[in-house]
């Protein structure tokens, strides 16, 4: 390969790793009980409004259209060891499809456009 096509790939590269990594997490992000579905109404309102944000700013910002729902790394926290369950993360998904903001691609809700 030429010295021009190298410096393109390791330009991309670096671009790519720059984009992935970049994300700042709201503060929200490292509070155990973010990671549990709160029994509250008012409360979880409050806290699914918190994810669609969250949701919303990862996907736009990285420029993805699509929400592969078991590959998506926001469900889990590994800084404070904390994660949504798969019927949290159902509860999740539903919500922002709910609320316009996502439509499922297919029957078995593993995919959704953002």
């Known amino acids: 390969p030429s010295s ?12 790519h790793l720059h984009i992935m990594t970049d994300f700042e997490y709201p503060e929200f992000y490292s509070f ?7 029994p ?11 994810w669609r944000e969250l949701i919303l700013s990862y996907y736009t910002q990285r420029k993805l259209k699509t929400l592969v729902v078991h590959e998506c790394p926001l469900w ?14 159902a509860s999740v998904m539903k919500n922002l499809v709910e609320m316009g903001h996502g439509e499922w691609l297919d029957e078995q809700k593993t995919r959704c456009r953002i």
């Open 4 to 15: 021009i096509h190298t410096n393109a790939l390791n330009f991309f590269l670096l671009f």
């Open 40 to 50: 509250v109404l008012s409360t979880r309102e409050k806290q699914m409004a918190l």
């Open 32 to 38: 155990p009980p973010f990671f549990t579905i709160q």
């Open 76 to 89: 889990k926290n590994k800084a404070i060891d904390r994660q949504l369950s798969a019927d949290e993360i």
